[in-house]
């Protein structure tokens, strides 16, 4: 709690821009060397002095990037907080950043408290004694929000949901627990029952989780682009899709002088939406420097929209782009429909692009352009997506504690027949002890309640 | 007429399970220690089940004999009885569990007591508590004796205005028609100390030969040779079994029809009894879907009538209990020789104590045992065998022995106390111990014989005995580790295929074989890889090796929880200074007056906000 490894989006959530994680603590600078690409082969963070940038890509589990980002390091105890302390600049919005954030406490760090990042710089000594009461105001304000927030969260028909989880975690615990203390009353833990309530509450688990994602999803959008060669149909489409959308929310510049950006609404689902008409991956200038833009921006992109002409054909052009993109959550779009003389087969399509879904659908005369809002919605919300009421913001801290629950019945199932009881106890408090940082209670003392409710026990 | 009788270093108020101990240890580490008990019939007395272990307890009672108490020793002297008992649900919990023959368990320590140099027992009731300025200064007898002395500590169990209560009849008095003491109490109020009262029950006992076991299933010890303390001799001992039986239909009828005359439903009981040890009658309104209750027979001693009807604990009349006893199978002839009771006694909600057991209010007065809201005779040894070891430690001006979360169950039931609301009274469980794996009883002496030894209550035997056990651990540990096999090892592989365990894919030490569920140390014995055969660290090996992914979780845990526990609080803190903190907070602090950050999070309505302001307030301190 003091000095341990910690991290936080530093950014406020909002529109787009940059985000900025911070991790502070003894060993940050070695764990997020561990989930860090650098841009130049043989640079290694580790060896890097304070106050350096150094560019390079986060990775995921599986060591695919995530998001190209900037690295800032401070060494203690010159930094804010006294600490090590690592800054990502991510490019790609909240959701890249929120991806990273994960990926990052997953090397073992969790995330800070309201006001840690300040306490700790005054603990360090970086903050005058003369400011402590500021410093004070700043945890009681930062800390009092968050609780509201959480409080408001969980109230309703959601805290109904949880606390039905709760429910089956605290009953599951008592039984191993009292199986523990009073094996005389008690006897061997019933273990179908005890199984059935793991894969009851993974299920449970999950469903939070992914509704947590998809209200996430609607409250701070994506990013998708539109790609495909000149004249293919990209601002048609586009025009399709905005003039569609009545609720229209604004119509940025691109945030370069050749991006084309658009705000839209797919489904209720806020996007960004992208046309890089002014970024062509044209042969004249395949040297320059639009190339590394436009892949920039497919990069940080959540969903890419690819354009084929039905009129031209599969060109050498088409299939330069594919290669581009083909490893991104990827759209097929055959246009122009409406033409008499359709020069792409299925058979093509399938010899180019196999495994990719391809709709087609005309821009001009508005056909299938409800199949590709289906498509959208399906591939952003992915398992998300199922029909559900559940209605429930999960913030990260949440998210993390839902994971962490969630990693732990996982475990408990797959080790159930091999480990005794006790050690069997430790995955399934684990999995209840994480669920109590949402709900904020002591649930050592409700498991022990409980078990004098569930057993009739003693002497 | 007040006369003066002498003068100890440390006197202890109380010869129950935690005097015993506290009375031990103050003399065994070279103070002038006087124990003082209302009748020496019952020093060392069970008043309740003639049992003593079980989990968590087991733990505590090889925890006291680490540190060198005695209860583990006395426990092995006069068992008769022993089993091991939740041996398929891992090491963590498997505990011992003896019956003891409650009149040999009370003569043997009296004799261990009275052989005892530096230590003098009288028969007295110690009626006050004298202070001078804020510390304790002598205690003053019912017949005017005062012994001055320089620290007390108060282990009167549930003696301190004890009530007995059985159906309409009431009485003042002790466990098992005792005394109670009827002044001290007032003496502790005046001294500023706040106390509370709980409530407890017995069942009745009932002579053994009205008792018809062919209608009950026997339960056998243990035949192997099992003990508390590595001190002990590996004995076989005659076991007694214990029978089970159970309640039927026509005895909750008999219960039901009499609810109007049960203390426990009229409102005659005010006091708050344990839910681990509910009333007979509290069981049956409860759970009134169960059609029956296990009982457990269990004899008092080898050469007494008396048995122990565990499970019946009851303060019905006692022409109820007569009647609900014949209900029972194996019981319809049965023969009364105690009658069931409730007791209610005063007791001193333990968040008026520090981590030693010394009251916050009189600096010197410890207390241990059920007076601190405890139940259990292990709770009370492993309490009053701190506390002696505190006011020793005071005494002789030395560092205080605290014992943390992470190191022993003792640890767990202290910081229990001085945290918590105690609104019941409190039995430790292994599910109130967060690092249990590394708590368990095979280890206490690993854990606990070192800190023993420090502060000199630890005997050159005992330390001899311990010193050579570990050495072998570590010793055969190493061993282990580096004797490495390979598949090409013919010996190892064909043994690895009788027991359908997966063939070696490349080199592995013993100790990662061992790690095989169907692999146990014994085969290595057997084999001839192993030259040791001590069950003991054969036993440490396996557990060490086997658990070592979940042990070694634990223990990173632990570092983490070390640095809270670390991180002290200054005892002069004024709260009502502290800027920031909500109001629960501060009301919840000062109340408890947590003694670092660790404890201070544990306490009930604190939130890490309120914490992150404690720390900014003391590091602004600490500039100053
Ligand atoms: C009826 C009953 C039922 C119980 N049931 C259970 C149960 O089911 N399970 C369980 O775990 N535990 C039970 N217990 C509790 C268990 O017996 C106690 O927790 C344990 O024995 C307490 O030990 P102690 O040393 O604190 O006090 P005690 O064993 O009560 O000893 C108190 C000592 O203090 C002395 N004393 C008290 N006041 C004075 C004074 N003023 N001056 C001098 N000497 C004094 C007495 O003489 C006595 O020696 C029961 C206790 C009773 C009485
Ligand atoms: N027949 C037909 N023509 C289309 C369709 N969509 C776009 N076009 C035409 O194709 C040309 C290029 O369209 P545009 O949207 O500007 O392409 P961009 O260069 O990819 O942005 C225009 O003349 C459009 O009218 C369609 O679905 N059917």
Same mark, same amino acid.
């Given at each position: 709690?003091?000095?341990?490894?910690?991290?936080?989006?530093?950014?406020?959530?909002?529109?787009?821009?940059?985000?900025?994680?911070?991790?502070?603590?003894?060993?940050?600078?070695?764990?997020?060397?561990?989930?860090?690409?650098?841009?130049?082969?043989?640079?290694?963070?580790?060896?890097?002095?304070?106050?350096?940038?150094?560019?390079?890509?986060?990775?995921?589990?599986?060591?695919?990037?995530?998001?190209?980002?900037?690295?800032?390091?401070?060494?203690?105890?010159?930094?804010?907080?006294?600490?090590?302390?690592?800054?990502?600049?991510?490019?790609?919005?909240?959701?890249?950043?929120?991806?990273?954030?994960?990926?990052?406490?997953?090397?073992?760090?969790?995330?800070?408290?309201?006001?840690?990042?300040?306490?700790?710089?005054?603990?360090?000594?970086?903050?005058?004694?003369?400011?402590?009461?500021?410093?004070?105001?700043?945890?009681?304000?930062?800390?009092?929000?968050?609780?509201?927030?959480?409080?408001?969260?969980?109230?309703?028909?959601?805290?109904?949901?949880?606390?039905?989880?709760?429910?089956?975690?605290?009953?599951?615990?008592?039984?191993?627990?009292?199986?523990?203390?009073?094996?005389?009353?008690?006897?061997?833990?019933?273990?179908?029952?005890?199984?059935?309530?793991?894969?009851?509450?993974?299920?449970?688990?999950?469903?939070?989780?992914?509704?947590?994602?998809?209200?996430?999803?609607?409250?701070?959008?994506?990013?998708?682009?539109?790609?495909?060669?000149?004249?293919?149909?990209?601002?048609?489409?586009?025009?399709?899709?905005?003039?569609?959308?009545?609720?229209?929310?604004?119509?940025?510049?691109?945030?370069?002088?050749?991006?084309?950006?658009?705000?839209?609404?797919?489904?209720?689902?806020?996007?960004?939406?992208?046309?890089?008409?002014?970024?062509?991956?044209?042969?004249?200038?395949?040297?320059?420097?639009?190339?590394?833009?436009?892949?920039?921006?497919?990069?940080?992109?959540?969903?890419?929209?690819?354009?084929?002409?039905?009129?031209?054909?599969?060109?050498?052009?088409?299939?330069?782009?594919?290669?581009?993109?083909?490893?991104?959550?990827?759209?097929?779009?055959?246009?122009?429909?409406?033409?008499?003389?359709?020069?792409?087969?299925?058979?093509?399509?399938?010899?180019?692009?196999?495994?990719?879904?391809?709709?087609?659908?005309?821009?001009?005369?508005?056909?299938?352009?409800?199949?590709?809002?289906?498509?959208?919605?399906?591939?952003?919300?992915?398992?998300?997506?199922?029909?559900?009421?559940?209605?429930?913001?999960?913030?990260?801290?949440?998210?993390?504690?839902?994971?962490?629950?969630?990693?732990?019945?996982?475990?408990?199932?797959?080790?159930?027949?091999?480990?005794?009881?006790?050690?069997?106890?430790?995955?399934?408090?684990?999995?209840?002890?994480?669920?109590?940082?949402?709900?904020?209670?002591?649930?050592?003392?409700?498991?022990?309640?409980?078990?004098?409710?569930?057993?009739?026990?003693?002497? | 007429?007040?006369?003066?009788?002498?003068?100890?270093?440390?006197?202890?108020?109380?010869?129950?399970?935690?005097?015993?101990?506290?009375?031990?240890?103050?003399?065994?580490?070279?103070?002038?220690?006087?124990?003082?008990?209302?009748?020496?019939?019952?020093?060392?007395?069970?008043?309740?089940?003639?049992?003593?272990?079980?989990?968590?307890?087991?733990?505590?009672?090889?925890?006291?004999?680490?540190?060198?108490?005695?209860?583990?020793?006395?426990?092995?002297?006069?068992?008769?009885?022993?089993?091991?008992?939740?041996?398929?649900?891992?090491?963590?919990?498997?505990?011992?569990?003896?019956?003891?023959?409650?009149?040999?368990?009370?003569?043997?320590?009296?004799?261990?007591?009275?052989?005892?140099?530096?230590?003098?027992?009288?028969?007295?009731?110690?009626?006050?508590?004298?202070?001078?300025?804020?510390?304790?200064?002598?205690?003053?007898?019912?017949?005017?004796?005062?012994?001055?002395?320089?620290?007390?500590?108060?282990?009167?169990?549930?003696?301190?205005?004890?009530?007995?209560?059985?159906? !309409?009849? #009431? &009485?003042?008095? %002790?466990?098992?028609?005792?005394? @109670?003491?009827?002044?001290?109490?007032?003496? =502790?109020? $005046?001294?500023?100390?706040?106390?509370?009262?709980?409530?407890?029950?017995?069942?009745?006992?009932?002579?053994?030969?009205?008792?018809?076991?062919?209608?009950?299933?026997?339960?056998?010890?243990?035949?192997?040779?099992?003990?508390?303390?590595?001190?002990?001799?590996?004995?076989?001992?005659?076991?007694?079994?214990?029978?089970?039986?159970?309640?039927?239909?026509?005895?909750?009828?008999?219960?039901?029809?009499?609810?109007?005359?049960?203390?426990?439903?009229?409102?005659?009981?005010?006091?708050?009894?344990?839910?681990?040890?509910?009333?007979?009658?509290?069981?049956?309104?409860?759970?009134?879907?169960?059609?029956?209750?296990?009982?457990?027979?269990?004899?008092?001693?080898?050469?007494? !009538?008396? #048995? &122990?009807?565990? %499970?019946?604990?009851?303060?019905? @009349?006692?022409?109820?209990?007569?009647?609900? =006893?014949? $209900?029972?199978?194996?019981?319809?002839?049965?023969?009364?020789?105690?009658?069931?009771?409730?007791?209610?006694?005063?007791?001193?909600?333990?968040?008026?104590?520090?981590?030693?057991?010394?009251?916050?209010?009189?600096?010197?007065?410890?207390?241990?045992?059920?007076?601190?809201?405890?139940?259990?005779?292990?709770?009370?040894?492993?309490?009053?065998?701190?506390?002696?070891?505190?006011?020793?430690?005071?005494?002789?001006?030395?560092?205080?022995?605290?014992?943390?979360?992470?190191?022993?169950?003792?640890?767990?039931?202290?910081?229990?106390?001085?945290?918590?609301?105690?609104?019941?009274?409190?039995?430790?469980?292994?599910?109130?111990?967060?690092?249990?794996?590394?708590?368990?009883?095979?280890?206490?002496?690993?854990?606990?014989?070192?800190?023993?030894?420090?502060?000199?209550?630890?005997?050159?035997?005992?330390?001899?005995?311990?010193?050579?056990?570990?050495?072998?651990?570590?010793?055969?540990?190493?061993?282990?580790?580096?004797?490495?096999?390979?598949?090409?090892?013919?010996?190892?592989?064909?043994?690895?295929?009788?027991?359908?365990?997966?063939?070696?894919?490349?080199?592995?030490?013993?100790?990662?074989?061992?790690?095989?569920?169907?692999?146990?140390?014994?085969?290595?014995?057997?084999?001839?890889?192993?030259?040791?055969?001590?069950?003991?660290?054969?036993?440490?090996?396996?557990?060490?090796?086997?658990?070592?992914?979940?042990?070694?979780?634990?223990?990173?845990?632990?570092?983490?929880?070390?640095?809270?526990?670390?991180?002290?609080?200054?005892?002069?803190?004024?709260?009502?200074?502290?800027?920031?903190?909500?109001?629960?907070?501060?009301?919840?602090?000062?109340?408890?007056?947590?003694?670092?950050?660790?404890?201070?999070?544990?306490?009930?309505?604190?939130?890490?906000?309120?914490?992150?302001?404690?720390?900014?307030?003391?590091?602004?301190?600490?500039?100053?």
């Amino acid at each position: 709690m003091f000095y341990d490894d910690i991290a936080a989006i530093a950014t406020p959530p909002g529109e787009g821009g940059i985000a900025i994680i911070r991790l502070s603590g003894g060993q940050v600078i070695e764990k997020a060397s561990k989930v860090f690409r650098p841009y130049h082969d043989g640079v290694d963070i580790r060896n890097k002095a304070g106050y350096s940038l150094t560019l390079g890509w986060i990775k995921d589990e599986t060591g695919e990037d995530l998001d190209e980002v900037l690295l800032a390091l401070m060494r203690a105890p010159h930094s804010y907080t006294g600490e090590d302390t690592v800054e990502i600049h991510c490019h790609g919005g909240i959701l890249p950043a929120r991806r990273c954030l994960e990926v990052v406490l997953h090397q073992g760090m969790r995330i800070a408290e309201p006001g840690e990042f300040t306490r700790r710089a005054f603990l360090h000594g970086r903050l005058d004694a003369s400011q402590a009461e500021a410093v004070i105001d700043v945890i009681r304000a930062k800390s009092d929000k968050a609780m509201k927030l959480a409080v408001k969260q969980l109230s309703g028909h959601n805290s109904e949901y949880i606390n039905t989880l709760e429910d089956r975690l605290l009953e599951l615990n008592a039984m191993v627990e009292a199986s523990l203390d009073f094996p005389d009353e008690v006897g061997e833990l019933e273990y179908a029952k005890a199984e059935d309530i793991m894969l009851g509450s993974l299920a449970a688990i999950e469903r939070l989780i992914q509704a947590g994602e998809r209200a996430a999803i609607y409250r701070e959008g994506i990013a998708a682009v539109i790609c495909g060669k000149p004249n293919v149909g990209k601002s048609s489409l586009l025009n399709v899709l905005l003039k569609k959308e009545r609720a229209i929310v604004t119509s940025i510049p691109g945030t370069t002088r050749d991006i084309i950006e658009e705000q839209l609404s797919i489904k209720g689902i806020p996007i960004r939406l992208v046309d890089t008409a002014g970024i062509r991956v044209t042969e004249d200038i395949v040297e320059k420097i639009g190339v590394e833009r436009s892949q920039k921006v497919i990069r940080e992109a959540d969903l890419v929209i690819f354009l084929l002409d039905l009129g031209t054909g599969i060109t050498a052009e088409d299939l330069a782009i594919y290669k581009e993109i083909k490893n991104r959550n990827l759209i097929i779009l055959a246009n122009k429909e409406d033409l008499e003389e359709k020069h792409i087969t299925e058979d093509e399509l399938e010899h180019y692009f196999s495994g990719v879904r391809v709709i087609w659908a005309s821009a001009r005369e508005d056909k299938g352009i409800k199949e590709l809002e289906d498509r959208v919605e399906e591939m952003i919300l992915g398992g998300a997506l199922q029909a559900d009421d559940l209605e429930i913001m999960v913030n990260l801290r949440q998210r993390e504690a839902l994971t962490r629950a969630r990693k732990h019945l996982e475990d408990a199932l797959q080790v159930m027949q091999t480990v005794p009881l006790d050690c069997l106890g430790v995955d399934i408090w684990g999995a209840l002890e994480a669920l109590g940082e949402i709900t904020g209670k002591n649930l050592k003392e409700e498991v022990i309640d409980r078990m004098f409710t569930d057993f009739c026990i003693g002497k | 007429m007040i006369y003066n009788a002498g003068s100890y270093d440390v006197v202890v108020v109380g010869g129950g399970h935690a005097g015993c101990e506290a009375a031990l240890a103050a003399a065994r580490m070279g103070c002038k220690t006087l124990m003082a008990t209302l009748s020496m019939e019952n020093v060392a007395l069970m008043p309740c089940n003639p049992s003593v272990g079980g989990p968590a307890k087991a733990q505590v009672v090889r925890e006291i004999d680490g540190l060198g108490g005695e209860m583990a020793v006395n426990v092995d002297k006069t068992a008769i009885q022993m089993r091991l008992i939740n041996t398929g649900k891992g090491p963590a919990v498997q505990a011992l569990r003896a019956q003891a023959d409650k009149h040999e368990y009370h003569d043997e320590m009296l004799k261990t007591l009275l052989n005892q140099p530096n230590l003098h027992i009288i028969m007295a009731e110690i009626e006050e508590i004298e202070t001078s300025g804020p510390r304790v200064s002598a205690v003053i007898t019912k017949t005017g004796a005062r012994f001055s002395c320089r620290a007390v500590v108060i282990t009167s169990g549930t003696y301190l205005k004890g009530r007995i209560i059985i159906g !309409e009849v #009431m &009485y003042d008095g %002790g466990p098992g028609n005792q005394f @109670p003491a009827v002044k001290l109490s007032a003496s =502790l109020k $005046s001294l500023g100390l706040e106390l509370g009262r709980f409530k407890t029950g017995t069942p009745p006992r009932v002579y053994k030969r009205s008792l018809d076991f062919t209608k009950m299933i026997e339960q056998p010890g243990d035949d192997r040779p099992l003990r508390f303390s590595y001190m002990s001799p590996r004995l076989r001992r005659p076991q007694f079994s214990c029978w089970l039986t159970h309640s039927t239909a026509a005895t909750h009828q008999i219960v039901m029809d009499n609810l109007d005359r049960a203390p426990m439903f009229t409102g005659a009981i005010k006091g708050r009894g344990p839910r681990y040890c509910p009333s007979f009658e509290d069981k049956v309104v409860r759970f009134a879907h169960k059609e029956s209750h296990q009982l457990f027979i269990e004899p008092e001693g080898r050469n007494t !009538e008396e #048995m &122990y009807i565990q %499970g019946l604990n009851t303060s019905l @009349p006692e022409d109820v209990q007569i009647k609900v =006893l014949r $209900s029972i199978p194996g019981l319809e002839n049965v023969a009364l020789i105690r009658t069931g009771y409730a007791i209610e006694y005063d007791y001193l909600p333990p968040a008026q104590l520090r981590s030693t057991l010394e009251t916050r209010m009189v600096e010197g007065l410890f207390t241990a045992g059920q007076i601190n809201g405890t139940s259990g005779y292990e709770e009370a040894a492993a309490q009053g065998l701190i506390a002696g070891i505190n006011a020793a430690l005071k005494v002789k001006a030395e560092e205080p022995l605290v014992l943390k979360r992470s190191e022993a169950y003792i640890g767990v039931l202290i910081d229990d106390l001085i945290t918590g609301d105690i609104d019941e009274p409190y039995r430790l469980l292994t599910s109130r111990a967060e690092y249990r794996l590394l708590l368990r009883q095979d280890n206490a002496d690993l854990r606990l014989t070192e800190k023993g030894r420090r502060i000199g209550l630890v005997s050159d035997e005992r330390w001899r005995v311990y010193s050579a056990k570990k050495d072998r651990l570590e010793e055969q540990k190493e061993a282990l580790k580096g004797r490495t096999y390979t598949p090409a090892d013919q010996e190892i592989s064909s043994f690895l295929a009788s027991r359908n365990s997966a063939a070696l894919k490349d080199r592995f030490s013993l100790w990662e074989i061992l790690r095989r569920p169907e692999i146990s140390i014994q085969d290595f014995v057997d084999l001839g890889l192993l030259t040791e055969y001590d069950e003991d660290v054969l036993e440490q090996l396996e557990i060490q090796s086997k658990y070592e992914g979940y042990i070694r979780k634990q223990e990173e845990q632990v570092q983490r929880f070390e640095k809270m526990e670390g991180k002290l609080i200054p005892g002069d803190i004024d709260y009502d200074e502290i800027f920031g903190l909500s109001n629960e907070a501060r009301q919840k602090l000062k109340q408890i007056r947590p003694e670092s950050i660790g404890q201070a999070l544990r306490v009930s309505g604190i939130n890490p906000a309120d914490i992150n302001v404690l720390l900014i307030f003391l590091e602004k301190k600490r500039r100053k």
